[in-house]
């Protein structure tokens, strides 16, 4: 698809400059309609799966909401109190009620502007990307992969110490205090594990000539396309399209 062909650090890059325009708007309906613009460019253009992309976008929804009514509750005297806005048999003062709106909805756009980025983007490729597009040093560039891929390895790590203490006879936990004091005896051998790979992974790239240095050659070569360009242009027209409609 096509979101998922363009170059990680413009789509980056346009998302982080998205979220800026989007900090100075200050009325509910610009980002009502940047947010349906964002969700339709997700599933025109890019392999999203609907049902995950609902479940991750739910606590925002949540997290929206509750911005939304603390706002309310808690806002400042409004300059304007004669304006009232009767919702769900509810007065609210309107200039209260429309920022705190706009802040809400403002959450849903940088979820959903997020999620596009998330689910559209190779974390490896993203990394790739910052190292020759964005001179990110390698250092720092490998040293976040190595974690990366670390992470599953915990996992089978996890598993596979708690299947040794399942075979050695330990009680299996039944209560969140027993379980949290299994995963406290976990922490000791997990560290251990992950300090062994670590010196491992140092070793291997120090044998391979990895040094740091930032001119250096790449099997994965990533360059800016004028297809790349599409991305910006299209998220920016959406933007000051709503601008313009509102």
Known sequence: MFLQRLNPSIKALTIMILVVLLAFIFEP??????????VSITFIFGKVNFKKYALYFIPFVIF???MLWTSVVFAD????QDEIVVLLGMAYPRETLLTALALSIRVLNVAALSLLFVFTTNIVHFI???????RLPPKIAYAVLAGYRFLPMMRDE?????DAHRIRGVNQAKTVTEKWNNYKRYS???LASAIRKAERTAIA??????TG???????????VKKTDWLFPLIMLTGFLAALLAS
């Open 29 to 38: 309906m610009t980002p009502l309609l940047f947010l349906i613009w964002t």
């Open 128 to 134: 790739l990307s910052m190292m020759q597009q964005l």
């Open 64 to 66: 929206s909401f509750g």
């Open 188 to 190: 000791i051998p997990l």
């Open 205 to 210: 790239m120090e044998s391979k000539g990895f």
């Open 77 to 80: 005297t409004p300059k304007n």
């Open 158 to 162: 996890i598993k596979l110490i708690h």
């Open 213 to 223: 240095d930032k001119n250096r050659t790449f099997y994965r070569q990533f360059t």
